[in-house]
């Protein structure tokens, strides 16, 4: 398996995680991640960019099974609101392509936020930075190779 930038960061600062690979699967959405991989969905995270009104960028993880709430990233970012970024400006601010997106090993760093319900889990999963690959951490594994918040920002039905 050839190792991906996420995983280089990881090493490098010596955090344990465990990688699944699910190339070839034909899982595309983060149900049939979670589904290919065996694992519970409520754990596997997304990696959503977004722009607040300040022209600011900001990072969201939250469960693949949830929506980001605009409202509740923009008061937990300190915004008066906030909207994803266009596709085509992934790659570029990111280096990430779309389905394959980090937190970890962005080409800048951004404020980011993981849902609350992170921390009800041992480990969470998310994209190793590239598709067909993602990481299993833990919350204090991760903190060595980042600073995150958990906030409430997923959308309530």
Request: aromatic share 8%; charged share 25%.
């Amino acid at each position: 398996m050839n190792k991906t930038n996420v995983m280089r960061v990881l090493d490098q600062k010596k955090a344990k995680y465990t990688v699944h690979e699910y190339e070839g699967t034909g899982a595309i959405s983060g149900k049939e991640v979670a589904a290919a991989l065996g694992q519970d969905e409520r754990q596997l995270f997304k990696t959503l960019v977004t722009t607040g009104r300040s022209k600011q960028h900001y990072v969201f993880m939250v469960p693949v099974t949830g929506e980001l709430d605009l409202k509740k990233a923009a008061k937990a970012a300190g915004e008066k609101n906030i909207e994803m970024i266009k596709e085509k400006e992934l790659l570029p601010l990111t280096g990430y392509v779309h389905g394959g997106c980090s937190p970890i090993g962005m080409k800048k760093t951004f404020p980011t936020f993981i849902h609350r319900d992170a921390a009800d889990f041992e480990t969470i999963i998310f994209n190793a930075g590239k598709i067909g690959y993602q990481v299993q951490i833990g919350l204090e594994e991760l903190a060595k190779v980042m600073d995150f918040t958990l906030a409430d920002v997923l959308k309530t039905e």
